[in-house]
T-cell receptor, first 111, second 116 residues
């Protein structure tokens, strides 16, 4: 079945360093969404990408959708302690009618 | 306030007992979902519903049951047939897009179920 993998599983960074998480799907995606889950909290929607090669920015966060629509990345510039949490990608394949969530990347930021 | 509510936040049950988790939304969303999250893991889809009186199995439906009698409500029953029920359960809803397109999912605060 369809799988969505994320790497790395964990990332520890010093405050001010950059961070990137990568998302890879076994099938072509019609769109991809990114969510953030703070420790002890619930996932919160960040953004949706639809077009091949699309790049979107939200302040220090940059999201990219691959040309083949099978991979995506989230890059955070100059991390802050408020960025701590687990970041999930979630894909919608043309062959299914539900979102498949990635395995998540847990980010820890040390002050 | 509009949103999704799940109750209770923490739930303890004895092994062999069925337990029903509540999920209510006042966002007027058509689609609702139940996910299971285990420590350090991603979200796995249990059941989802796109319309009242209809629902589909997700990837890990065995040992669970749902109903969708009202648009606002999508309760999940964890039955005694579920071998490892202890987990964090998340309910979500989304407006259903045209031609199967997806919109963002709004999550409730979750219910942490512990089976003793």
């Amino acid at each position: 079945g369809q799988q969505v993998m994320q790497i790395p599983q964990y990332q520890h960074v010093q405050e001010g360093e950059d961070f990137t998480t990568y998302c890879n799907s076994s099938t072509t995606l019609s769109n991809i969404q990114w969510y953030k889950q703070r420790p002890g909290g619930h996932p919160v929607f960040l953004i949706q990408l639809v077009k091949s090669g699309e790049v979107k920015k939200q302040k220090r966060l940059t999201f990219q959708f691959g040309e083949a629509k099978k991979n995506s990345s989230l890059h955070i510039t100059a991390t802050q302690t408020t960025d701590v949490g687990t970041y999930f990608c979630a894909g919608d394949s043309y062959n299914t009618d539900k979102l498949i969530f990635g395995t998540g990347t847990r980010l820890q930021v040390f002050p | 306030d509009g949103g999704i509510t799940q109750s209770p936040k923490y739930l303890f049950r004895k092994e062999g007992q069925n337990v029903t988790l509540s999920c209510e939304q006042n966002l007027n969303h058509d689609a609702m979902y139940w996910y299971r999250q285990d420590p350090g893991q991603g979200l796995r889809l249990i059941y989802y519903s796109q319309i009242v009186n209809d629902f589909q199995k997700g990837d890990i439906a065995e040992g669970y049951s749902v109903s969708r009698e009202k648009k606002e409500s999508f309760p999940l029953t964890v039955t005694s047939a579920q071998k490892n029920p202890t987990a964090f359960y998340l309910c979500a809803s989304s407006p259903w897009g045209l031609a199967g397109s997806y919109n963002e999912q709004f999550f409730g605060p979750g219910t942490r179920l512990t089976v003793l």
